[in-house]
């Protein structure tokens, strides 16, 4: 079971960070993704990490503004997100799964059989 948390209202440019809280004996070793959907747009994929944290993967649009983390000591994954635009607004969702680090399995919506409930993410611009 997950548990998104950390969305909010900010203004473009600011920073802010979501986390995933999981339950479970094998979040350690799974793969964790967020993903985000827009009003009125399909599911997206953001960013992924391997499950040792040492592996990361991101959307061109995020890249270099957001950061995946994880903390298996914790149960808990993190996603950073800096220089927020208009367009990241959207319901965020992380998700997971022993899944294969290989493309296309990482960025698939299918790959993962746990989700959080969504956090939602709104930048004023």
């Known amino acids: 079971q997950l548990q998104a948390s950390g969305g909010g209202l900010v203004q473009a440019g600011s920073s802010l960070t979501l986390s995933c809280a999981a339950s479970g004996r094998t979040f350690g070793s799974s793969v964790m993704a967020w993903f985000r959907q827009a009003p009125g747009k399909e599911r997206e994929f953001v960013a992924v990490t391997h499950w040792s944290g040492k592996l990361t993967y991101y959307d061109d649009d995020v890249k270099g503004r957001f950061t995946i983390s994880k903390d298996n000591a914790k149960n808990t994954g993190y996603l950073q997100m800096n220089s927020l635009k208009f367009e990241d607004t959207a319901v965020y969702y992380c998700?997971?799964?022993?899944?294969?680090?290989?493309?296309?399995?990482?960025?698939?919506?299918?790959?993962?059989?746990?989700w959080g409930q969504g956090t939602q993410v709104t930048v004023s611009s």
């Open positions: 998700a997971s799964g022993l899944t294969l680090w290989q493309l296309p399995d990482i960025v698939s919506i299918a790959a993962y059989p746990y």
